[in-house]
């Protein structure tokens, strides 16, 4: 890692270790904690997270609706505690045996959601603004499709 990375990373485990502790093992993976150290090159950096699960290899619109629900759940859990993401995208989200878990919080904003989390999948495509999460609301709408928008 470049030098000039491991403050980025430092911000990262701070988001783990932070906002985001109490959904370690449960939305996100474990965090062991950030290593520095220095090398050959200058300093190093290693963040270390529980090794889960593999990322998708799919598009979320191609998934099962269960999975692209449990998803949204996770990404509801991360918005509760006031964050959003910053770069969801399938690369960050890992799943194993149907659990799913979601990674890289190097781009993570704080965010007050008002979102009420009920996604109603099947159900006409709610308004933006009613549904209390322009952010929310934009990855059920392009991202998982889970409403009619017939």
Same mark, same amino acid.
């Given at each position: ?64 609706? &269960? ?5 949204? !759940?996770? +990404?509801? =859990?991360?918005? /509760? ?5 910053? #770069? ?38 709610? &308004? ?5 999460? !322009?952010? +929310?609301? =934009?990855?059920? /709408? ?5 409403? #009619?928008?017939?």
């Amino acid at each position: 890692m470049r030098e000039d990375l491991v403050p980025y990373l430092a911000e990262e485990a701070g988001v783990y270790n932070g906002a985001l502790a109490p959904l370690q093992g449960k939305a996100i993976p474990r965090c062991y904690g950030l290593y520095v150290g220095s090398g050959e090159c200058g300093q190093i950096a290693c963040l270390v997270l529980e090794h889960w699960g593999e990322c998708l290899h799919q598009p979320f619109d191609k998934l099962s609706l &269960d999975i692209r629900m449990r998803i949204l !759940e996770r +990404l509801g =859990e991360i918005h /509760r505690q006031g964050l959003l993401h910053g #770069d969801f995208a399938e690369r960050n989200v890992l799943e194993l045996n149907g659990d799913i878990r979601i990674i890289d919080f190097d781009q993570t904003e704080y965010h007050d959601c008002d979102c009420d989390m009920n996604f109603r999948p099947g159900e006409k495509l709610p &308004d933006a603004e009613e549904f209390g999460c !322009e952010q +929310l609301w =934009e990855v059920c /709408r392009s991202d998982m499709r889970i409403w #009619d928008v017939g």
